[in-house]
């Protein structure tokens, strides 16, 4: 999507003046939405440092990350042993988005056949297929979920549509596009009226820094809110449709999702609101049923709850202390909202239903591989 006008994909690879690779470029989402700044992955480690540090961080990316993490350890040491090192290490990362695992086991099974010599170009090649495999996945996406959002625009006899989004699933998140705001860039650029309701997401408030960013620098109307402001607006009609990420969806069709998710998924049910999750096909886990019993919460720093970063009027960044010093928090990074909520899943091959029927059915080569 474009930033100040350029395209720009949140993941690419660097060359030097002859072509060759040299490394691969990131945007610093931390640094987000005060300033837009660049880094180099170089090493392993770069990589492990950056999902970990959430420089880069969203389902998708992490997985294009990581991928790349593998390319860039096989440099040095194209070894069975330095394989293993990189995907052990890379997958200790994040613990909640299984596309980290499924991009890992994507490249295992790319390179641990190949003989050492080979094995740097074949990872390189393979990282850059997930890249864009990635891009058309989401692009297929948007496209099945622009027929919901038109819809609901020719009801509304062309009043605007205001759709309701939780976290990032944005462009950011991914390589390009985004999940959830696919659908919502290609109505925008297709001349339908879309309005975004872009809930802040505390406590890294990836809604208000990094949604709010994207769908400003992309000209989508959009307004941040508290997190505690959907099912107000839901109860007064303002809300058409939610459409959310997910970080990974059971073979029941269980979604996990950050923080929160699962409260507006009540407060949507409870008002008849249609509640949207939209994923592409390496976000489901066909190995866990249950999400609330089988899917691990990641638990992130205290630090990120008890306080909040921003500019000053000055225009400094700050981090200031927001509870009381000694006051024990709890940070839990994910919540599940049950198969039963979810009006639909907005995939690459079209909406389907929540369930392990309409699953299996549509991704029956992934379904059988887990059984
Ligand atoms: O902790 P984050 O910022 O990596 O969490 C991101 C989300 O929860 C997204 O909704 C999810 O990864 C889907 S991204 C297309």
């Not at 440092?49 to 390319?71: D, E, F, H, N, T």
């Not at 890379?90 to 991009?103: E, F, M, Y």
């Not at 890992?104 to 080979?118: F, I, S, W």
């Not at 409870?270 to 999750?277: A, E, G, L």
């Amino acid at each position: 999507m474009k930033v100040d006008g350029k395209n720009t994909r949140t993941i690419w690879v660097e060359s030097d003046g002859a072509n060759n690779a040299t490394c691969v470029g990131v945007i610093d989402q931390t640094l987000l939405p005060h300033r837009f700044a660049t880094i180099k992955l170089k090493t392993l480690e770069d990589a492990v440092r950056a999902i970990q540090s959430m420089q880069v961080r969203g389902a998708p990316l992490i997985g294009a990350a990581a991928a790349y993490g593998v390319w860039l350890a096989l440099r040095t040491d194209a070894s069975d042993e330095n394989l293993e090192r990189a995907y052990t290490a890379l997958l200790a990362t994040r613990p909640t988005a299984i596309n980290l695992q499924w991009a890992l086991d994507q490249m295992l099974a790319a390179v641990r056949n190949r003989p050492r010599a080979e094995r740097v170009a074949t990872a390189f090649k393979r990282a850059g297929e997930i890249a864009e495999e990635d891009i058309a996945i989401n692009q297929a996406i948007g496209r099945h979920g622009l027929k919901l959002i038109e819809a609901i625009a020719a009801r509304k006899k062309g009043e605007r549509v205001n759709v309701l989004t939780h976290c990032n699933a944005g462009w950011l998140a991914t390589v390009d596009w985004g999940t959830a705001t696919a659908p919502i860039y290609l109505a925008h650029d297709k001349g339908v009226a879309v309005h975004v309701f872009a809930d802040e997401t505390r406590p890294r408030n990836q809604g208000a820094s990094l949604t709010a960013w994207e769908l400003g620098h992309h000209g989508v109307p959009h307004t941040v809110i508290p997190d505690n402001t959907g099912g107000h607006l839901m109860q007064h009609g303002l809300v058409d449709l939610v459409i959310v990420g997910t970080d990974r969806v059971t073979a029941q069709g269980d979604v996990c999702n950050k923080i929160g998710t699962y409260l507006k998924a009540l407060a949507a049910h409870d008002n008849r609101v249609p509640f949207y999750v939209a994923l592409p096909s390496p976000t489901i886990d066909f190995s866990v049923s249950d999400g609330l019993s089988e899917i691990p919460i990641e638990q992130r720093s205290p630090d990120e709850v008890a306080t909040v970063t921003g500019k000053t009027k000055d225009g400094r960044i700050e981090t200031v202390q927001v509870v009381p010093d000694g006051s024990p928090v709890a940070n839990y990074g994910f919540d599940v909202t049950p198969a039963r909520l979810v009006t639909g899943l907005i995939t690459e091959r079209g909406v389907i239903a929540a369930t392990r029927e309409a699953l299996a059915a549509a991704f029956p080569e992934r379904a059988k591989l887990a059984i």
